[in-house]
């Protein structure tokens, strides 16, 4: 838990916003059921505080939903959707698992890197991407294919990356 640090106070890092956010995921479990709303928190949590998941955001939640810290840290840290470091303002997570493989994801990884000059889990200096390695994302059929933020891009090359960042602001 090393990378993990404490930032901002507890009022900081649950505004209104989030409460009721929170909240609501809580209330579609039954009582006692709290742990099944800690995904979703953490989503909303991570959302709410630049694309990453502090330490004191997690002891936070964990004080919110009345559970201990290590039931917290256990998901942030199981998940590769949730970081523990800051990130860019943008996430591109590349699959390279087998069938990506097998349609050229070196090459789209490749061009990625050089694109974007960073490697896996590195930001761009600029702070506006964030690159990451991720195992399967459930698109097999579109291989090769990234997830930019929230939206999957499919069949790439690298000029199809080239048209997709273009794009990004
Ligand atoms: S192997 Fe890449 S989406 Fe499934």
């Known amino acids: 838990m090393t990378a993990l640090q404490l930032t901002g106070s507890k009022e900081q890092l649950f505004t209104e916003t989030v409460r009721q956010q929170l909240d609501s995921w809580i209330s579609k479990y039954p009582p006692g059921q709290v ?5 979703p928190a953490l989503h909303i ?7 990453w998941l502090s330490e004191g955001v997690m002891r936070a939640l964990a004080e919110y939903l009345d559970v201990p810290a290590i039931s917290i840290f256990e998901v942030a840290t199981f998940y590769s959707m949730f970081e523990l470091t800051p ?3 943008h996430k591109i997570n590349v699959c390279t698992n087998i069938s990506c493989q097998l349609c050229g ?9 050089k694109r974007l000059g ?19 994302l459930g698109a097999c059929v579109g291989a090769p294919m990234l997830l930019l933020d929230r939206d999957y891009h ?6 199809k990356i080239d048209a997709i960042l273009d794009g990004v602001k």
């Open 45 to 51: 949590l991570q959302n709410a505080h630049d694309g």
């Open 118 to 136: 960073i490697g896996f889990g590195e930001t761009t200096l600029d702070g506006k991407f964030t690159l990451k390695e991720v195992e399967c």
């Open 105 to 113: 994801s070196q090459q789209i990884v490749e061009h990625l890197q």
């Open 154 to 159: 499919e069949l790439l090359t690298p000029e």
């Open 87 to 89: 990130v860019g303002k």
């Open 35 to 39: 742990q099944s709303a800690v995904i």
